[in-house]
Structures are given as structure tokens and as C-alpha cells.
């Protein structure tokens, strides 16, 4: 597609259930990124990966979080027995390469843990 | 790691006004961008601003790297312009954006 696509757009899971975030990058573009946003918060990085390097996870808040990207594309951002804490926008973005170009976003996932 | 602090945190506009917004960053960057983020939460890329100056449309910015800022200038205002805008920098040695707390525009009819 044109630009980075992020399902579902919105989400609500009871609380201890599993979600899976989903994120489609722009075409080409090697790096990716998630980040997190708390209501009326800033940009929270969570995860990195480049091309075929090891990812930095530096940045997921607990074991609970994990992300995984297949075949150099599409990544998958799960989170285990969500909490309450959990709720945020869940932001994905894609660059051609990595701190050199233009990072754009995508639309987000509004994670609702009830 | 790099601080990334904008200023003012909030601010309120009458239609037609001008603005500027302010970033400071604490270390040397290779990257700086700034985004609107509307309503919805959509982040719209306005520029990619490593250093130098760029116009589009109403908006522009301009970046010296060298003493460690960025000024976005917003341009007889709209109320489309409201919702927050983030900066965010690479610094040099890393690859992730650090963004900053943002500015809150409100632009009243």
C-alpha cells in the first residue's frame, strides 16, 4: 500500500487476555519501529528492527510484550495477560533505511483493556 | 540518552494569528522531524528537517543543528492547524526517534 498500514484500528480485550497488533510497512522500507502512546502522553519507543539485524527490544516495558517481523515486513506486536496499563495507542513506523531518512506512521491501534 | 524539550506546552491561537513553536534538543542529531497529530491520532509528517529551512504553505521550518534547535512557524492560522505537534530527533549513534512532550495548538474561530 502507500502508506504503513496498523490492524485492527481499535481493540477491546477483557483483562488477562493475549493481543495481537499487526502492522503492514511501507514497501521496501527496511526499518521499522513501534512506540506507544498513553493518553494525552508522548511517544513511548517500544521495539526497532533493521533489515535482518537482531531487533532492539530496549524499549518493551515487560516480558509480557513481544514483537516478531516476518520476512522483512509485516510485524506482529503481542502482548500477553493485558492489563489495565496496557491501554494506549500502539504506533507503528516504517523508514527506507534507519536514523538517516524520513520515518512515516501509521494510523494506530487503540488498545482497550477492560 | 538525547532530551528533547518543545516549547510553549500549550498554546491558543485566534484564527489568522501567527506562531511559532520551538524545539531544543541536547546532543548532535542526523535526523529531526516534525509531525501534526490530528484528532484521530493520525501523525502527519510536516517535515523532515535535519538542518536548513523548508516552506509548505502556511508552514515552514528551519533547523540549526549546530545550536542544538528547530522553530516550526505556523502562518495565519487555521482551525485544521489545532492538535499536537511532536519533534523528534535521531541523535547521532542511534536509530530510534526520541520525541518530545509535543505542543497543543488550539486555533478558535
Known amino acids: 500500500g502507500a502508506g504503513v498500514s496498523q490492524s485492527p484500528s481499535n481493540k477491546v480485550t477483557e483483562k488477562g487476555k493475549d493481543v495481537e497488533l499487526r502492522c503492514d510497512p511501507i514497501?521496501?522500507?527496511?526499518?521499522l519501529y513501534w512506540y506507544r502512546q498513553s493518553l494525552g502522553q508522548g511517544l513511548e519507543f517500544l521495539i526497532y528492527?533493521?533489515?535482518?539485524?537482531?531487533?532492539?527490544k530496549s524499549g518493551l516495558p515487560s516480558d509480557r510484550f513481544s514483537a516478531e517481523r516476518t520476512g522483512g515486513s509485516v510485524s506482529t506486536l503481542t502482548i500477553q495477560r493485558t492489563q489495565q496499563e496496557d491501554s494506549a495507542v500502539y504506533l507503528c513506523?516504517?523508514?527506507?533505511?534507519?536514523?538517516?531518512?524520513?520515518?512515516?506512521f501509521g494510523q494506530g491501534t487503540r488498545l482497550t483493556v477492560v | 540518552g538525547i532530551q528533547v524539550e518543545q516549547s510553549p506546552p500549550d498554546l491558543i491561537l485566534q484564527e489568522g494569528a501567527n506562531s511559532t513553536l520551538r524545539c531544543n534538543f541536547s546532543?548532535?542529531?542526523?535526523?529531526l522531524q516534525w509531525f501534526h497529530q490530528n484528532p484521530w491520532g493520525q501523525l502527519i509528517n510536516l517535515f523532515y528537517?535535519?538542518?536548513g529551512t523548508k516552506q509548505n504553505g502556511r508552514l515552514s521550518a528551519t533547523t540549526v543543528a549546530t545550536e542544538r534547535y528547530s522553530l516550526l512557524y505556523i502562518s495565519s492560522s487555521q482551525t485544521t492547524d489545532s492538535g499536537v505537534y511532536f519533534c523528534?530527533?535521531?541523535?547521532?549513534?542511534?536509530?530510534?526517534?526520541?520525541f518530545g512532550a509535543g505542543t497543543t495548538v488550539t486555533v478558535r474561530a
Open positions: 546532543d548532535s542529531v542526523n535526523n
Open positions: 523528534a530527533v535521531v541523535s547521532f549513534n542511534d536509530y530510534k526517534l526520541s
Open positions: 528537517i535535519p538542518s
Open positions: 514497501s521496501g522500507h527496511t526499518a
Open positions: 513506523a516504517s523508514s527506507l533505511a534507519s536514523e538517516v531518512t524520513e520515518a512515516f
Open positions: 528492527f533493521q533489515g535482518n539485524s537482531a531487533p532492539d
